[in-house]
């Protein structure tokens, strides 16, 4: 979770619906990289139900108690009937209706019932996981305190944050499966910190001994393939390197095929 994020959108919202919203979005994140598509799409809900609340706290000052009844069509109603002068659209219009499609998901689609015929929780999980991004992206750029490059940074960290195959002591990420080669070690670490990379210093530390020993042959091998992007002193891990990790399971807690 980053830390900036959160400490921005708790300064522009009410605190316990930014916290109740980001385990939400941490949780379907989560669910959705480990394949537990329904998992995220009920996430997904319970992120809605936090963000439709933020919404009526914008609009009036107020919001529906959480644990209470919400009714997210007198919400949406609502916020459409703001002026334009005093609202931008993306208030009025917009995040509303990518809320709807979000809720509506997990309240009539597969992910609460039982799916006949072609079971679409992979692809609705991958429309909803997209949408959670961008609605929390859109709440950082109107809270005011973060410019737009700003806001898709910090999105970017908190996308990229909580993983099994990576545990954090003391603010230095280890990866904790013993059975990954060098190469696929160094590109968990750099999917892990995300669009922000992170420094060859800082890498080194959180490899051990035995993986760090020929870092320099690993990157330049990585490099080559265009898997990673060295910027001086500086590392990157490419979309190419992120669909590596991802197709080959690296971020699970154990290898793919022995669970």
């Known amino acids: 979770m980053s830390a900036g994020a959160r400490e921005i959108l708790e300064s522009a919202y009410d605190r316990k619906l930014v916290d109740k919203l980001l385990q939400a979005y941490s949780e379907a994140k989560r669910n959705y990289l480990l394949g537990g598509h329904k998992l995220s799409g009920v996430e997904g809900g319970h992120f809605c139900e936090a963000a439709y609340r933020i919404l009526?706290?914008?609009?009036?000052?107020?919001?529906?108690?959480?644990?209470?009844?919400?009714?997210?069509?007198?919400?949406?109603?609502?916020?459409?009937?703001?002026?334009?002068?005093?609202?931008?659209?993306?208030?009025?219009?917009?995040?509303?209706?990518?809320?709807?499609?979000?809720?509506?998901i997990r309240n009539n689609r597969a992910v609460g019932h039982i799916?006949?015929?072609?079971?679409?929780?992979?692809?609705?999980?991958?429309?909803?996981?997209?949408?959670?991004?961008?609605?929390?992206?859109?709440?950082?750029?109107?809270?005011?305190?973060?410019?737009?490059?700003?806001?898709?940074?910090?999105?970017?960290?908190?996308?990229?944050?909580?993983?099994?195959?990576?545990?954090?002591?003391?603010?230095?990420?280890?990866?904790?499966?013993?059975?990954?080669?060098?190469?696929?070690?160094?590109?968990?670490?750099?999917?892990?910190?995300?669009?922000?990379?992170?420094?060859?210093?800082?890498?080194?530390?959180?490899?051990?001994?035995?993986?760090?020993k020929n870092l320099k042959r690993t990157l330049g091998a990585l490099d080559g393939k265009a898997l990673v992007h060295c910027s001086q002193e500086h590392l990157f891990i490419t979309r190419v390197g992120e669909k590596v990790v991802e197709d080959r399971k690296l971020l699970e807690l154990s290898p793919a095929g022995n669970e």
Not at 59 to 71: C, E, M, N, V
Not at 86 to 98: C, D, E, F
Not at 144 to 165: E, F, H, I, M, N
Not at 191 to 208: A, I, M, P, Q
């Open 115 to 212: 799916a006949d015929g072609i079971d679409p929780n992979l692809q609705d999980a991958t429309l909803v996981v997209s949408v959670l991004d961008w609605v929390v992206a859109e709440l950082i750029r109107l809270s005011g305190k973060a410019t737009v490059d700003g806001a898709q940074q910090l999105v970017d960290d908190l996308v990229t944050r909580k993983y099994p195959s990576v545990q954090v002591f003391r603010g230095k990420p280890r990866v904790v499966r013993a059975d990954l080669r060098a190469g696929e070690v160094v590109l968990v670490l750099l999917y892990h910190v995300g669009s922000s990379g992170t420094t060859l210093r800082n890498l080194r530390e959180w490899l051990s001994p035995a993986t760090g």
């Open 56 to 104: 009526e706290s914008m609009a009036t000052g107020a919001f529906t108690p959480i644990g209470g009844i919400l009714d997210t069509e007198k919400v949406a109603k609502r916020l459409a009937a703001l002026p334009a002068a005093g609202y931008p659209k993306s208030v009025r219009v917009y995040l509303p209706r990518a809320l709807r499609v979000v809720y509506d």
